[in-house]
DNA sequence: GTTCTTACA
DNA sequence: TGTAAGTA
């Protein structure tokens, strides 16, 4: 299939599919007019991809353990050390991230009250 | 008409 | 990420 379709069946821009190829995540065929070509296992590739994307990992993470998922996978589950390793190392990195926005919070509530009082 | 690349906001 | 230009 086509750019347009796989993004009708995704829900995804094509201007994110090519993204999603310039960092490594799919690697559509092209056919002699240089159209790109995706076989109907990108769709389930796709998902996989808005899974992780929605866990909050970045391309480059995805890239390192996209390969590692099964192409007959239609439920995304670690299947090999790599990739739940990747979403671990991942959920340590997010568990960092509330605790500085959590830290951030509380200095606003102290502003706020501040304010409040004067 | 659709898609491609490149580039800018 | 959306959009525009100029092609194939």
């Known amino acids: 299939m086509r750019i347009s379709e796989l993004a009708r069946q995704t829900g995804?821009?094509?201007r994110a599919l090519r993204y999603y190829e310039e960092q490594?995540?799919?690697r559509p065929s092209r056919s002699a007019s240089?159209?790109?070509r995706y076989d109907s296992q990108a769709v389930i590739t796709v998902r996989h991809i808005q899974l992780l994307i929605s866990a909050?990992?970045?391309t480059m993470a995805i890239a390192e353990i996209l390969p590692c998922v099964p192409d007959?996978?239609?439920v995304l589950a670690p299947t090999c050390p790599e990739l739940l390793d990747a979403l671990a190392q991942e959920r340590i990195r997010i568990t960092g991230?509330?605790?500085r926005l959590a830290a951030a919070r509380d200095i606003l509530d102290r502003l706020i009250e501040?304010?409040?009082r004067s």
């Open 12 to 14: 995804v821009t094509p």
């Open 97 to 99: 991230s509330i605790e």
């Open 72 to 74: 007959d996978v239609t």
């Open 24 to 26: 490594g995540l799919l």
């Open 56 to 58: 909050g990992l970045n």
């Open 34 to 36: 240089g159209y790109r």
């Open 114 to 116: 501040a304010g409040d």
